[in-house]
C-alpha cells in the first residue's frame, strides 16, 4: 500500500480528506466541508499541490502540530484549502 489522499465522512455528517502514509496512519487532515463534492474537489487540488515542494510551507501551530500553508493561489479554492500535520507520527 503507498500512500494516498481518502475521502471520509465523520461522524457528524461532514466530509475531510486525509493524507494517509503506508502503514495507514493519517499525517494529513482536512478542514470539515458539507458537501462531498467541495470536498473532493479540495482533495484533487491538495494531490496537485502536494506534488512540489515549492507550492507549499510548514509552519508551527499549538500544542506540537503543524500545518500546511499553500503557496502559489492561483484559484479561489486554493485561497481555502487548509490541512492539519500531525508531526508526531513522523517521529
Known amino acids: ?4 489522499f481518502v475521502l471520509r465522512k465523520e461522524k ?7 493524507f494517509r502514509t ?3 496512519k493519517v499525517l494529513l487532515t482536512s478542514r470539515s466541508y ?6 473532493l474537489r479540495r482533495l484533487r487540488s491538495a494531490h496537485q499541490m502536494a506534488r ?4 507549499y510551507e510548514l509552519r508551527s ?10 503557496h502559489q493561489r492561483s484559484s479561489p479554492m486554493d485561497k481555502l484549502l487548509n490541512l ?3 508531526f508526531q507520527l513522523c517521529m
Open 34 to 39: 458539507c458537501d462531498p463534492d467541495l470536498a
Open 61 to 70: 501551530a499549538e500544542e506540537g502540530r503543524f500545518y500546511i500553508v499553500p
Open 22 to 24: 503506508e502503514n495507514g
Open 84 to 86: 492539519t500535520f500531525d
Open 12 to 18: 457528524d455528517g461532514t466530509f475531510v480528506f486525509v
Open 52 to 55: 512540489k515542494d515549492r507550492n
Open 1 to 4: 500500500m503507498s500512500a494516498e
